[in-house]
Structures are given as C-alpha cells and as structure tokens.
C-alpha cells in the first residue's frame, strides 16, 4: 500500500499541525484495539479500522470546512425587516476533546439583520461546521456566534445549545439522563432581557 505523505492541517486556535497518513491513522487504530485487549487481526476486527478512520473522516469534515465561506453570500434588500430571525432544534453532533466522546443534542440560534441577511441554511451550515471539530461545547457556542457576527454585523445574536454528553453518560458519573445547556447573547439580546425572554420562549416552544 502506498502510503501518503504527511500534510499540513488547521487545528482550531492552534496553527498549522502535521496530519498523518492514513496508514499511520489505521496504525493508530489497531493499536488502540490491541491496548483495549483484542486481537485487531481477528475477522471481526481486522476490517474496523478502515471503518474507523473512515468514521472520522466524516465526523471532523469541520476542519476542511470554511464557515466564513458559508456567510460570505448574502442580501441586502430585506424589505425593512428588523426583527428576530431563528432556526430551531438545528442537530448537534460533536465530539468532546477531552475524551474523544460524543456529544448529541440542539442548537437555536437567531439574529437580529443588520444590512445583511443570509440564507438560513447557511446558519445551520455554520453550526454543523463548527461541530465537527474536537472541543468543548462553550467552545462551540462562541464560534458559531462570533462567525455571526464578524460576516453579517448583525443587530444582535442569540445561541443556545442543549446537548448529552456521552463522557459523563457512558463513563464517570453515568448519569444518563443530564444534558448541558449553554447560552450566549450579543448586541442587542445582550442589553434587553424581553428579547432574551422571547428567544428562550420561542425556542421552547
């Protein structure tokens, strides 16, 4: 098998990172499973690491992904609209950083036009692409709500994510039943708590 060579990659807040090859990463893999106690050679597992590997080729794609692209398209003409604009129950699926375990639940978010709005399948876009990197929830929160804010200007941003947390359920604590919440607000939610109140309201509802 050839292997590839070792490029570059943009690790979130860190600079450039060498990625390995595929071949290291299956190495890695089947390491992994002998220190777990099996045998990878086995027949079922001689194939999972080809699996795995493919696995989370999809689930950090984030990485690859430009959230300032996503926002860069957007319309200026919004007919004197000046009010709240949300996306509700947008699918979070992540991945904590500190244990490399999933974390599954909901984002909201809203904004409040500036000049500019943007097609709201590029917000959910912008979630999706952050979630799909290693880090922490409150991590994910202020990215998804400072991409907002730095490409349309907005008036005012809201963000709230609910999520479950499976290195507290599977392992630890195994409390299954606790999700995470988190919330951030700029702008103009941030200095008036009736708009909060309705973002929240209409969130839940």
């Not at 893999?29 to 696995?55: C, E």
């Not at 984030?62 to 000046?82: I, P, Q, W």
């Amino acid at each position: 098998m050839t292997t590839k060579s070792v490029q570059p990659v943009l690790a979130a807040n860190e600079g450039a990172v060498m990625r390995p090859s595929r071949e290291q990463a299956l190495e890695a893999v089947r390491t992994l499973i002998a220190w777990a106690g099996d045998n990878p050679d086995r027949p079922g597992l001689v194939d999972t690491p080809k699996r795995v590997v493919d696995a989370y080729g999809e689930w950090f794609d984030g990485y690859e992904a430009d959230a300032a692209k996503e926002l860069s398209r957007t319309f200026e003409d919004v007919t004197g609209y000046d009010d709240m604009v949300i996306l509700k129950e947008i699918e979070v699926e992540s991945h904590c950083e500190h244990h490399l375990a999933p974390f599954l639940g909901k984002a909201w978010v809203a904004y409040i036009p500036g000049e500019k709005v943007v097609g709201i399948s590029k917000l959910a876009r912008v979630v999706e692409i952050f979630a799909r990197r290693l880090q922490n929830q409150e991590t994910l929160t202020n990215d998804i709500i400072d991409a907002i804010e730095k490409h349309l200007q907005p008036k005012g941003v809201a963000v709230m994510v609910d999520a479950a947390h499976q290195c507290m359920t599977t392992r630890g604590v195994h409390h299954r039943h606790v999700t995470t919440v988190t919330t951030r607000f700029t702008g103009v939610f941030k200095n008036d708590n009736a708009l909060v109140e309705r973002f929240l309201k209409l969130a839940r509802g």
